[in-house]
Nanobody, 119 residues
Framework: QVQLVESGGGLVQPGGSLRLSCAAS????????MGWYRQAPGKQRELVAT??????NYADSVKGRFTISRDNAKNMVYLHMNSLKPEDTAVYHC??????????????WGQGTQVTVSS
């Protein structure tokens, strides 16, 4: 069993900052990628940022404002969000692609954390 638990969402004013955290736990053999996606009301889930051994990828809408980082020793991924805009309001989901101790490779998702940017 693998679990992803996010934290750090909340209400922030435009221009403010938040840091999201995600911890992966369970029967993990190796983590190949970690990332963040978001889903706003009435919209499809979209990629925010991903991080692998090969590099980092950001959505154009968050480049220069958001920073993704990873702590391999703790199986954690973070999303530092600066200069937040109302259009960043969404449920943010953590995602990871990993292999379990039994050798199964799959994607796993967290339950999501709400980020609301409003004055």
């Amino acid at each position: 069993q693998v679990q992803l638990v996010e934290s750090g969402g909340g209400l922030v004013q435009p221009g403010g900052s938040l840091r999201l955290s995600c911890a992966a736990s369970g029967s993990i053999f190796a983590i190949y990628a970690m990332g963040w996606y978001r889903q706003a009301p009435g919209k499809q889930r979209e990629l925010v940022a991903t991080i692998t051994d090969g590099g980092i990828n950001y959505a154009d809408s968050v480049k220069g404002r958001f920073t993704i980082s990873r702590d391999n020793a703790k199986n954690m991924v973070y999303l530092h969000m600066n200069s937040l805009k109302p259009e960043d309001t969404a449920v943010y989901h953590c995602n990871t692609r990993l292999a379990t101790m039994l050798g199964y490779e799959s994607d796993y998702w967290g339950q999501g954390t709400q980020v609301t940017v409003s004055s």
